[in-house]
């Protein structure tokens, strides 16, 4: 079952924000028989997402912002409520990465994160991993206002929202990113507020 992926090429299809390359290789069916594919792989750096939950208060850091995938596929009008999350810059670690979109996003200064999984949001295109994580803060936390980067044309709503408020808001699907449902559900099952 060793070596079943032989001569790996790829072709840069397009290197604006993020690269889409095309793989093409030679895949080893369980048969023996061998295949020429060739695949769409897209990615940028990997990324980070965390959670921000206020076991005091019994609320959490969500935010809404505009993403124009969603708005092609028709959904929402393009505007999504979403855990603070983004691509990791080449010289930080996801930890720093963390702390820096927390305070970008939505004006936190956190510093104790605890570390949930690394997944792919969508392994069949994507190569990113993201690394999520939850992060307990206290109303004293919140050093700047937020809202991202104006030199990166973000505009972000912080929306801080009690905690069973926002589980509702999944199940009547007002949240929709994996990413953010995966951590509402952590908190849950591990009773962390
Ligand atoms: N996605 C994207 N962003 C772009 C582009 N051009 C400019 N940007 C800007 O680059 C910034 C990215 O902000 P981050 O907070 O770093 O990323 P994000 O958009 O919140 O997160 C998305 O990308 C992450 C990194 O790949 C993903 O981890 C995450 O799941 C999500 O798709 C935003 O200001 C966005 O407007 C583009 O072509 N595509
Ligand atoms: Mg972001």
């Keep these: 079952m060793s070596n079943r992926i032989k001569n790996v090429s790829s072709k840069v299809i397009s ?16 048969n023996g028989k061998t295949e020429r594919l060739t695949h769409e792989v897209y990615g940028k750096n990997d990324g980070v997402a965390v959670l921000l939950y206020n076991p005091s208060t019994k609320n959490v850091i969500l935010s809404k912002q505009f993403r124009i995938p969603m708005y092609v596929a028709g959904v929402k009008n393009g505007f999504s409520i979403e ?19 927390t305070k970008e996003e939505v004006g936190y200064n956190i510093n104790q994160l605890q570390k949930v999984a690394t997944i792919f949001l969508s ?9 999520l994580y939850v992060a307990a803060y206290k109303d004293e936390d919140k050093i700047e206002k937020g809202g991202g980067l104006a030199s990166e044309s973000e505009e ?14 999944i199940e009547n699907e007002e949240i929709i990113d994996a990413r953010t449902i995966m951590l509402l559900q952590y908190l849950q099952i591990h009773k962390l507020i």
């Design 156 to 169: 972000i709503e912080v929306l801080e929202t009690n905690f069973l408020d926002a589980l509702q808001m």
């Design 15 to 30: 290197n604006f924000w993020a690269k889409l390359e095309q793989v093409s290789f030679d895949f080893v069916f369980k």
């Design 123 to 131: 392994p069949g295109l994507m190569k990113e991993q993201v690394h």
């Design 83 to 101: 855990v603070v999350g983004g691509a990791i810059d080449p010289s930080e670690s996801p930890e720093t990465s963390v702390i820096r979109e």
